[in-house]
């Protein structure tokens, strides 16, 4: 007997014992069916999740309604062969191609906090919304632990599994850079490019992907998730079934889709260099079939590791990382202070020095000056809204051009911010295009959480004041 056969012979002899008294059973299971004649992409993703498991055993939302009656997890048997927890730790990832698509399908039409999938001989339990692996095994002792002796014990199980220890943002980042150095290797390799180099190169791949799941892309055909059910699809015809052996062209992406992103918000940082072009035009077929795996890759990790927080840990060293933690620590960032600004003049902007405060120091700055004109903007569209006049507070000292006042609206979040109140001072490029790549990331997050939309960053090359220029200045 297989692991979940075992695991639902234990469900019916639970159950059973209850059959006097269903209710104290505890939990309610609803099967999941395809839909039949439904056409939308929800009809499209659900009939491909009961397909590809069980038919005596269908996938099934679960809730324990005297608990809560919102569902707290859907449970999946599959005959799909489920990987070894080590087979996904020794390369960094966090799930197989075949929970990347599962999560994939399921995540934009269910609203389950998680996902057990049950396999002949492991198990794995996923938090839906980070698509984190919590909790693993390959024995019915350990599926016994996680769900099935809680739930005699009449404890909630949403509750419990909460518990569960997580992995914080230092292990991710650790994770998240352990693999991307084993691609930087594996690609810089064949071509004799520089990790420097690579960096860079891969940080346009992170953020556009990340964009293209967050805001989307325009150009549907370019969008990594359809080119990745697409190619699963068609691999579930190939024997053995592998999301890597089909025509996904990761350069022609690229491409693509750093045109699109650039020319619709003008961010400097996705613009082709030479050195850039010079070296996809030199690569070799099998290399750029390695580069279209590596972004094909990058759905089998968790989204929780594409945060700015982690990101910023994954591209800061220690001092960096160090001196976030001092000024974290002593710092008091009063925005309002700090700017030395009226209701709407910015008269002094909060500069920033690279080299004294580190890469994760200066994102949160940025970000705290992001909050500070959101809330400001929210505040003055709300006096208009209320009482269709806004009074307005300036400092006579700073002697203001009264007649060039102009009330900044949300649409102004990102100008305000790069142009008037804050100054980044930096030694080297490449500290720059780090920084940049967080600020974007970061702009992303924001617009996400806030729902504010994105508009054209090229203002962005304001904040940038390269030191040595800074100095030349300054002597004349």
């Not at 469900?11 to 839909?35: C, I, K, Q």
């Not at 202070?337 to 910015?346: F, G, I, T």
């Not at 569209?381 to 700073?398: A, H, P, S, T, W």
Request: glycine share 4%.
């Amino acid at each position: 007997m297989n692991l979940f056969e075992r695991f639902w012979q234990a469900m019916d002899e639970l159950r059973s014992e209850h059959r006097a008294n269903p209710e104290a059973f505890g939990l309610t299971l609803n099967p999941v069916h395809a839909p039949d004649g439904v056409q939308s992409d929800a009809g499209r993703d659900l009939s491909a999740v009961v397909r590809a498991g069980l038919r005596r055993f269908p996938p099934y939302v679960v809730s324990q309604e005297a608990i809560d009656p919102r569902p707290f997890c859907l449970i999946y048997t599959v005959t799909a062969e489920l990987p070894q927890f080590h087979e996904l730790f020794e390369q960094y990832v966090d799930k197989d191609a075949f929970i990347a698509e599962t999560l994939l399908r399921l995540k934009p039409h269910c609203e389950i906090p998680h996902i057990l999938f049950i396999g002949k001989k492991s198990f794995f339990l996923y938090d839906t919304e980070l698509e984190e692996l919590i909790r693993w095994g390959n024995d019915f002792a350990g599926l016994d632990e996680l769900f099935l002796a809680p739930l005699a014990n009449a404890a909630s199980l949403a509750t419990e599994w909460n518990k569960l220890p997580r992995k914080n943002n230092s292990q991710k980042a650790e994770e998240f850079g352990r693999w991307l150095d084993l691609w930087k290797v594996g690609i810089g390799a064949r071509t004799n490019a520089t990790p420097a180099f690579m960096q860079v190169l891969m940080q346009k791949v992170i953020l556009l992907f990340q964009y293209d799941l967050i805001i989307g892309l325009q150009d549907s055909e370019l969008s990594l998730r359809r080119n990745f059910l697409e190619h699963r699809q068609a691999a579930s015809f190939a024997a053995p079934p592998n999301v890597y052996n089909l025509p996904f062209d990761g350069v022609a992406w690229l491409h693509q889709a750093s045109g699109e992103v650039l020319g619709r918000y003008d961010i400097d940082f996705l613009d082709w260099t030479a050195a850039e072009s010079n070296f996809f035009a030199l690569m070799s077929a099998e290399t750029r079939q390695q580069f279209s795996q590596f972004i094909m890759e990058l759905f089998l990790l968790s989204q929780g590791k594409f945060c700015s927080a982690v990101q910023v840990d994954v591209f800061s060293d220690v001092n960096s990382r160090l001196k976030l933690w001092k000024f974290s620590v002593t710092e008091t960032l009063n925005i309002r202070r700090r700017l030395q600004a009226d209701d709407v003049n910015v008269y002094e902007p909060i500069w920033i020095d690279l080299e004294e405060s580190g890469i994760g120091w200066a994102l949160h700055v940025i970000k705290q000056v992001l909050d500070f004109w959101r809330e400001r903007c929210i505040y003055f569209e709300q006096q208009l809204l209320e009482r269709r006049q806004l009074k307005l507070q300036f400092d006579m000292f700073q002697q203001p051009d009264l007649e060039r006042i102009r009330v900044p609206v949300i649409s102004d979040i990102f100008d305000q911010t790069f142009t008037t109140s804050v100054r980044v001072y930096y030694d080297f490029p490449a500290e720059r295009l780090t920084l940049e790549y967080l600020v974007i990331m970061k702009l992303i997050e924001f617009c996400h959480e806030t729902g504010i939309q994105l508009r054209p960053l090229h203002r962005m090359a304001d904040m940038f004041v390269e030191k040595e220029h800074f100095a030349m200045v300054q002597d004349i």
